[in-house]
């Protein structure tokens, strides 16, 4: 009896950690009233679109005024779901970060698995579920990683005890679903060849089960992932690994991170005592469990050293994976305090612990979460959008940068000129150029050849005054030009057009 409440209590102490997080997340996620990123407004029109069709948006009439898109559509559906009885507003605010509190028990059930011991367990839980990068990335963002870094856990924690049918089965279906969430199931199959990679070095005999679950795994995966982007890989090459983002944007997109900035996104106490524990089990002692962390470690770092993975989702990954890790260098260190002088202090190390994390992590969580709530879209430009809906044709082409394509078409339900969306975009970066053209240019021949080049009816000036300097259209007359909004977002209507005007497809 005393045994099983022990289990208990720490058992409420991990949905105490839940209550807080989420607790916390929403009252960042609700102190404003839009969402943060185009991705979030891409995915409330896909939820739009499955609600009132049962289908996503793959034929995109908006989206460089009219494209296909090619995506895997799954987390849309998981959205769209909860939307149906909440609403999308409320669903698109809750739901993602409900998912993403959901790593906290998984966080405690695998490195539970690995230390055996549940103090461990909840401290590691608690410091996962104050990942900087983690928490501040995914707090108003609606972001596929919510729902597929708890996925990638679950996986992991599935193969760890694959020995037991229940979780075996689990795997499989896992198997299956992972793909249609997101691309980052080849972020999987990396840690899973990884994995083998480490056994056999150091000559450990392979279970048989897992070998199996692994190639399964992968072939799955490569089969599933080359059905739904044949298309793209067919028409970009080899660029679709980059997602055919141009050049001007990619090296942002994909950058390499540094010292600083990875204890900066995942804090240093889980950095420090992941990287001790690498070295204390993979190079000194042996774990089946441990290699399957660190292989997975691995391959988030690779990924991001060789830029094939976008910085924020593998600082997430990695941020993650690594207070795994850090469960047992803590286990490690209170066993040795065990055996020494201060094992009378061991409760105020504990609680000394603790408050580090507080202070490495969880301050810095919050200082990160409130930084990009300040990022989310101002009540100015949901003003302007909602004004463009109203007082322009339906069929009106707008230009604004391409961070606020989507916003164009979400809030406003006019075509946009280009978004952050580029699969199966012809020569993105003369779309760009084209942009900062008619942002820029200090003559109007040129700003109307690509004006008449996208057909665009109104240009929109927000964001590209801090992006590009551009507080005004400099060539902008009353008869071409008429600025037609101006109420802290500029609003062009184009008038004008060149006799010889080249019109895109």
Same mark, same amino acid.
Not at 423 to 439: A, G, R, W
Not at 454 to 465: D, G, N, P, Q, T
């Given at each position: 009896?005393?045994?099983?409440?022990?289990?208990?209590?720490?058992?409420?102490?991990?949905?105490?950690?839940?209550?807080?997080?989420?607790?916390?997340?929403?009252?960042?996620?609700?102190?404003?009233?839009?969402?943060?990123?185009?991705?979030?407004?891409?995915?409330?029109?896909?939820?739009?679109?499955?609600?009132?069709?049962?289908?996503?948006?793959? =034929?995109?009439?908006?989206?460089?005024?009219?494209?296909?898109?090619?995506?895997?559509?799954?987390?849309?559906?998981?959205?769209?779901?909860?939307? $149906?009885?909440?609403?999308?507003?409320?669903?698109?605010?809750?739901?993602?970060?409900?998912?993403?509190?959901?790593?906290?028990?998984?966080?405690?059930?695998?490195?539970?698995?690995?230390?055996?011991?549940?103090?461990?367990?909840?401290?590691?839980?608690?410091?996962?579920?104050?990942i900087p990068v983690v928490f501040s990335q995914t707090v108003n963002s609606v972001v596929m990683e919510t729902l597929m870094i708890p996925l990638v856990f679950y996986l992991l924690y599935c193969f760890m005890r694959s020995s037991e049918k229940v979780f075996l089965y689990q795997f499989i279906v896992l198997?299956?679903?992972?793909?249609?969430?997101?691309?980052?199931?080849?972020?999987?199959?990396?840690?899973?060849?990884?994995?083998?990679?480490?056994?056999?070095?150091?000559?450990?005999?392979?279970?048989?089960?897992?070998?199996?679950?692994?190639?399964?795994?992968?072939?799955?995966?490569?089969?599933?992932?080359?059905?739904?982007?044949?298309?793209?890989?067919?028409?970009?090459?080899?660029?679709?690994?980059?997602?055919?983002?141009?050049?001007?944007?990619?090296?942002?997109?994909?950058?390499?991170?540094?010292?600083?900035?990875?204890?900066?996104?995942?804090? =240093?106490?889980?950095?420090?005592?992941?990287?001790?524990?690498?070295?204390?089990?993979?190079?000194?002692?042996?774990?089946?469990?441990?290699?399957?962390?660190?292989?997975?470690t691995m391959a988030a770092t690779i990924l991001l050293w060789l830029r094939l993975i976008n910085l924020s989702t593998g600082l997430m990954l990695l941020g993650s994976l690594i207070a795994v890790l850090m469960g047992l260098s803590f286990r490690d260190f209170f066993a040795y305090a065990d055996k020494t002088?201060?094992?009378? $202090?061991?409760?105020?190390?504990?609680?000394?612990?603790?408050?580090?994390?507080?202070?490495?992590?969880?301050?810095?969580?919050?200082?990160?979460?409130?930084?990009?709530?300040?990022?989310?879209?101002?009540?100015?430009?949901?003003?302007?959008?909602?004004?463009?809906?109203?007082?322009?044709?339906?069929?009106?082409?707008?230009?604004?940068?391409?961070?606020?394509?989507?916003?164009?078409?979400?809030?406003?339900?006019?075509?946009?000129?280009?978004?952050?969306? $580029?699969?199966?975009?012809?020569?993105?970066?003369?779309?760009?150029?084209?942009?900062?053209?008619?942002?820029?240019?200090?003559?109007?021949?040129?700003?109307?050849?690509?004006?008449?080049?996208?057909?665009?009816?109104?240009?929109?000036?927000?964001?590209?005054?801090?992006?590009?300097?551009?507080?005004?259209?400099?060539?902008?007359?009353?008869?071409?030009?008429?600025?037609?909004?101006?109420?802290?977002?500029?609003?062009?209507?184009?008038?004008?057009?060149?006799?010889?005007?080249?019109?895109?497809?």
């Amino acid at each position: 009896m005393t045994m099983a409440w022990y289990k208990k209590r720490h058992l409420w102490y991990v949905l105490g950690i839940m209550v807080l997080a989420l607790s916390l997340r929403l009252m960042f996620a609700f102190s404003v009233p839009e969402l943060t990123g185009s991705d979030a407004y891409f995915r409330l029109r896909q939820v739009e679109s499955i609600l009132q069709s049962g289908l996503p948006l793959f =034929i995109d009439p908006f989206s460089f005024s009219g494209r296909m898109h090619v995506f895997t559509p799954a987390y849309e559906y998981v959205l769209s779901l909860f939307a $149906f009885v909440l609403g999308p507003a409320l669903a698109l605010k809750l739901i993602p970060n409900v998912l993403i509190v959901l790593v906290i028990p998984l966080v405690y059930l695998i490195s539970k698995e690995m230390t055996r011991d549940d103090t461990v367990a909840v401290v590691t839980a608690f410091a996962a579920a104050f990942i900087p990068v983690v928490f501040s990335q995914t707090v108003n963002s609606v972001v596929m990683e919510t729902l597929m870094i708890p996925l990638v856990f679950y996986l992991l924690y599935c193969f760890m005890r694959s020995s037991e049918k229940v979780f075996l089965y689990q795997f499989i279906v896992l198997a299956f679903v992972a793909p249609l969430v997101s691309a980052l199931s080849f972020f999987i199959v990396l840690g899973f060849l990884l994995y083998l990679l480490l056994i056999k070095l150091e000559y450990r005999h392979q279970n048989r089960v897992e070998l199996e679950l692994i190639l399964f795994f992968t072939a799955l995966a490569i089969w599933i992932e080359f059905l739904v982007y044949k298309s793209a890989f067919l028409f970009h090459g080899y660029r679709v690994i980059w997602q055919n983002i141009p050049g001007q944007i990619l090296q942002n997109y994909f950058a390499q991170t540094s010292i600083i900035g990875a204890v900066k996104g995942i804090g =240093i106490v889980p950095l420090i005592l992941g990287t001790v524990a690498v070295y204390q089990y993979v190079f000194k002692q042996r774990s089946r469990e441990l290699y399957l962390i660190v292989a997975f470690t691995m391959a988030a770092t690779i990924l991001l050293w060789l830029r094939l993975i976008n910085l924020s989702t593998g600082l997430m990954l990695l941020g993650s994976l690594i207070a795994v890790l850090m469960g047992l260098s803590f286990r490690d260190f209170f066993a040795y305090a065990d055996k020494t002088k201060v094992a009378h $202090f061991k409760k105020l190390f504990f609680a000394s612990f603790v408050l580090v994390i507080v202070a490495t992590s969880v301050i810095p969580s919050l200082i990160l979460a409130n930084q990009q709530i300040q990022r989310s879209l101002l009540p100015k430009d949901v003003a302007a959008l909602r004004w463009l809906e109203k007082n322009t044709p339906a069929d009106s082409v707008v230009v604004g940068m391409v961070s606020e394509g989507e916003f164009i078409s979400a809030i406003a339900r006019r075509k946009n000129i280009a978004d952050t969306r $580029f699969f199966l975009i012809k020569n993105p970066d003369t779309v760009l150029d084209d942009i900062k053209t008619i942002y820029t240019s200090i003559f109007q021949t040129p700003a109307l050849e690509r004006l008449d080049k996208y057909r665009a009816s109104y240009v929109y000036l927000s964001r590209a005054e801090p992006e590009l300097g551009a507080d005004r259209l400099k060539y902008a007359d009353t008869n071409c030009f008429p600025l037609v909004y101006d109420n802290g977002v500029k609003i062009y209507e184009v008038r004008c057009h060149l006799f010889a005007a080249e019109v895109s497809p």
